[in-house]
């Protein structure tokens, strides 16, 4: 499969979402962590606004290796072979709504 950007006449959800992060997060420095980041479009337009260190977070290995290209994340992660959580359960803190997609970037097995 030969991987391209979302070229979708009228799609700016990552040019949004960037022009959206620096009103809840202004401190360029901090570590954000772009979740199915597939290409890299998010990535590509929080680093022109600034922000320094951008994590990729994808199931698709392809769509990683794309974005590598770009030069915008600092580091790039498929799935994880275990994660580990410790006293992070209560209301303020990690809900059970998010274990399904703990589970999801976890390696089976």
Known sequence: MLLQDMEIPGFTAHIELAETVPHFIPDMTSRLLDCASGTGLLGQELKKRGFLRIDALDTSKESLDYSRKKQVYTNYF?????????????????????????VRITKPG
């Open 78 to 102: 498929y799935t994880y072979d275990g994660i580990c959580m410790c006293a992070a359960m209560g209301k303020a803190h990690v809900r059970p709504d998010c274990f399904p997609e703990l």
